[in-house]
T-cell receptor, first 118, second 119 residues
Framework: DSGVTQTPKHLITATGQRVTLRCSPR?????VYWYQQSLDQGLQFLIQ???????AKGNILERFSAQQFPDLHSELNLSSLELGDSALYFC?????????????????FGPGTRLTVL | AQKITQTQPGMFVQEKEAVTLDCTYD???????LFWYKQPSSGEMIFLIY??????QNATEGRYSLNFQKARKSANLVISASQLGDSAMYFC????????????????FGTGTRLTIIP
């Protein structure tokens, strides 16, 4: 158990709908990262939050948005869903430093949310 | 930009044998970290081992060791005495670690190697 929790574990919805994925980081971790894993794109970084503020953006679609709340949990909102959005969405967290070498750089992953868009 | 290459899509290994999973990386930044993650069929991503670019010794974690060859830009994972439970996808990943890279800490992943342990 990594200490990172994600809900729900599975989500099935229809095209055009909107869903919210939730993540709670490990105790003490200030950074939260969202990744998407799909068969055609592999594992792709979407977005990072650090202590409530957006820190870095990756290949995140405009239809997707995220936020990190004062209690450090994060939510990823996916709207106007398309079939191609079906994927495994991971949240990861790391020790609350801005960078630096050593194991503090390690990101621990949650169990993922498997999204199926029909 | 960083790049990770895993050239073995799949491997079959006899139980109790050692196995080496290949990983090469590319970056122009001297400060980085290399990671291996295991993804069993249940889907979760499990951290296995970390190697920093300035670490003098190869990292070891139980049955896992990382064969770090900086000049060749390779970071192969070695699993000793393989077990049936080692059957999974294995991903090599890297991130930059210099403080000035704040905001550029994303993990870049390879395409993975599917390891199957044969009894």
């Amino acid at each position: 158990d990594s200490g990172v929790t994600q809900t729900p574990k599975h989500l099935i919805t229809a095209t055009g709908q909107r869903v919210t994925l939730r993540c709670s980081p490990r105790s003490g971790d200030l950074s939260v990262y969202w990744y998407q894993q799909s068969l055609d794109q592999g594992l792709q970084f979407l977005i990072q939050y650090y202590n409530g503020e957006e820190r870095a953006k990756g290949n995140i679609l405009e239809r997707f948005s995220a936020q990190q709340f004062p209690d450090l949990h994060s939510e990823l909102n996916l709207s106007s869903l398309e079939l191609g959005d079906s994927a495994l969405y991971f949240c990861a967290s790391s020790v609350g430093t801005s960078g630096g070498p050593g194991r503090s750089a390690t990101q621990y992953f949650g169990p993922g949310t498997r999204l199926t868009v029909l | 930009a960083q790049k990770i290459t895993q050239t073995q899509p799949g491997m079959f290994v006899q139980e109790k044998e050692a196995v080496t999973l290949d990983c090469t990386y590319d970056t122009s930044d001297p400060s980085y970290g290399l990671f291996w993650y295991k993804q069993p069929s249940s889907g979760e991503m499990i951290f296995l081992i970390y190697q920093g670019s300035y670490d003098q010794q190869n990292a070891t974690e139980g049955r896992y060791s990382l064969n770090f060859q900086k000049a060749r830009k390779s970071a192969n994972l070695v699993i000793s005495a393989s077990q049936l439970g080692d059957s999974a996808m294995y991903f090599c990943a890297m991130r930059l670690t210099r403080i000035s890279n704040f905001g550029n800490e994303k993990l870049t992943f390879g395409t993975g190697t599917r390891l199957t342990i044969i009894p």
